[in-house]
C-alpha cells in the first residue's frame, strides 16, 4: 500500500512523565525484569557508538508483550556545561506482529524514569528489610529520580552529596533530605551512586555493614564509581552480565581478575524467586545497573496503554 500514511502519536518529556508516575514506573520495571528473566522478553545487547572525546550513543532493541522498541539514546558528560542534557535521543515504540511504529516517546524522561526505578526495585530485592534512609552521591538528573523512586517506594530522605552545592541543595529541599559530605551519604543505609564516573568516590573503606549500593553511573566503557577492591568486597548483583562487563561497575574488578561470573547474580533471577538476594543482615549488597532496554519498554509500554486510556495527550505527525 504504497502511499498509505499513518499519523503516530508522539509523547515529549512532559507527557511521559504525566503518563507514567514513580510507583507505576517501579511496578513495570520489575515485571520486565521477572519476564525477561523467563525468556518472555527478548533484549539484544545494547551496541554502543564511541563519539570521542565528548561521549556516546546508544542503539538498545527490545522486544515482548506484542511490542518492539528502540532506544537510540546518549550520554555526553560535558554537556551540561553547555546547558545540554547528559542524556537526550528517542524512542520508537512499534508493533512487534505487524513492524508499524505505534508511538515516538522522548528517551530523556523514559531513560530518568526507568533508572530511578530499578534503583527501587534492586533495593526492595536486596537492601535489608529494616534499611530505611537514602544516601544520593551526585545530584543530577538521574540521582534525582532514584530519589523520587526511592521515596515513592517508601525509604526515607537521608542525605545528598554533590561537587555542585547548588544541586545537593535543590534535590535536598525538594525532597526532604538534607545536603550533605559524601561521607555522611555514604554511611546512610541506602546507597545510590550516580555521578558520571570519571572517577571512583566510594573505596573499600566506605563500606559499612549491612549497606545496600545501587550503582548507576558507571554505564558505558571507561566509568567505574567505585574501586575495584572496593567492588569486589560486596555481594555482587547486576542487571545483565554482557553488559555489566563491557560497560558497568563490574567491569574494573573483573578485568583485575578480582571478580567472576560465579560472583555476580541476576537481579532478574532474584526477582523471579530462583536465586537468593541478600545472604545475611551484614553483608554489603552492589547492585551494578547498566540500564536495560527492557526498562525502557516497561515504561514506554505503560506509557502508551496510558494515552489509549486517553489518560495523556499526544502530538501526532505522519509517517
Ligand atoms: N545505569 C543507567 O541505567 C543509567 C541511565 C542513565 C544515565 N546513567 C549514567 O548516570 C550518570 C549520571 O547521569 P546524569 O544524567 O544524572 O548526569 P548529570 O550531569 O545530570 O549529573 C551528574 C551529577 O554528578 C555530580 N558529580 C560529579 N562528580 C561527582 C563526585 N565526585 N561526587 C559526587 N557527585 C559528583 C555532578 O555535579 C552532577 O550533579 C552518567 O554517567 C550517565 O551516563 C546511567
Not at 109 to 136: E, P
Request: aromatic share 4%; with cysteine; glycine share 10%.
Amino acid at each position: 500500500m504504497d502511499g498509505l500514511v499513518s499519523a503516530i502519536p508522539v509523547l515529549d518529556h512532559d507527557a511521559v512523565l504525566a503518563a507514567v508516575d514513580p510507583s507505576a514506573a517501579i511496578e513495570q520495571v520489575r515485571d520486565a525484569f521477572i519476564r525477561h528473566y523467563r525468556g518472555e522478553w527478548q533484549m539484544p545487547p545494547k551496541v554502543y557508538l564511541l563519539s570521542p572525546p565528548n561521549g556516546d550513543f546508544r542503539a538498545m532493541p527490545a522486544l515482548g508483550d506484542g511490542l518492539a522498541l528502540l532506544k537510540w539514546v546518549t550520554s555526553f558528560p560535558g554537556n551540561p556545561a553547555v546547558q545540554l542534557p547528559t542524556v537526550s535521543g528517542v524512542i520508537c515504540l512499534s508493533d512487534a506482529a505487524t513492524g508499524v511504529p505505534l508511538m515516538l516517546l522522548d528517551a530523556r524522561s523514559v531513560t530518568a524514569l526507568r533508572t530511578g526505578a530499578v534503583a527501587a526495585v534492586a533495593t526492595q530485592a536486596l537492601a535489608r528489610s529494616d534499611a530505611q534512609t537514602v544516601g544520593i552521591v551526585g545530584c543530577g538528573l538521574h540521582g534525582a529520580w532514584a530519589a523520587r523512586c526511592l521515596i515513592a517506594a517508601g525509604y526515607k530522605p537521608g542525605v545528598c552529596h554533590d561537587p555542585r552545592p547548588e544541586a545537593a541543595a535543590a534535590l535536598a529541599r525538594e525532597m526532604g533530605f538534607r545536603p550533605g559530605t559524601r561521607d555522611e551519604a555514604l554511611a546512610q543505609e541506602i546507597i545510590c551512586a550516580v555521578t558520571p564516573g570519571h572517577e571512583p568516590v566510594i573505596g573499600v573503606g566506605d563500606l559499612h555493614q549491612g549497606a545496600h549500593l545501587n550503582m548507576l553511573g558507571a554505564d558505558g566503557p571507561g566509568k567505574a564509581e567505585a574501586t575495584a577492591e572496593a567492588v569486589a568486597a560486596c555481594v555482587l548483583f547486576c542487571d545483565e552480565w554482557t553488559q555489566a562487563v563491557h560497560g558497568g561497575e563490574l567491569t574494573g574488578a573483573v578485568e583485575a581478575g578480582l571478580v567472576g561470573r560465579e560472583q555476580v547474580t541476576d537481579l532478574g533471577a532474584v526477582l523471579a524467586g530462583v536465586a537468593t538476594g541478600r545472604p545475611t543482615p551484614e553483608a554489603v549488597t552492589l547492585f551494578d545497573s547498566t540500564g536495560l532496554a527492557i526498562q525502557d519498554l516497561a515504561i514506554a509500554k505503560a506509557a502508551l496503554t496510558a494515552w489509549r486510556e486517553g489518560l495523556v495527550s499526544a502530538q501526532t505527525i505522519n509517517l
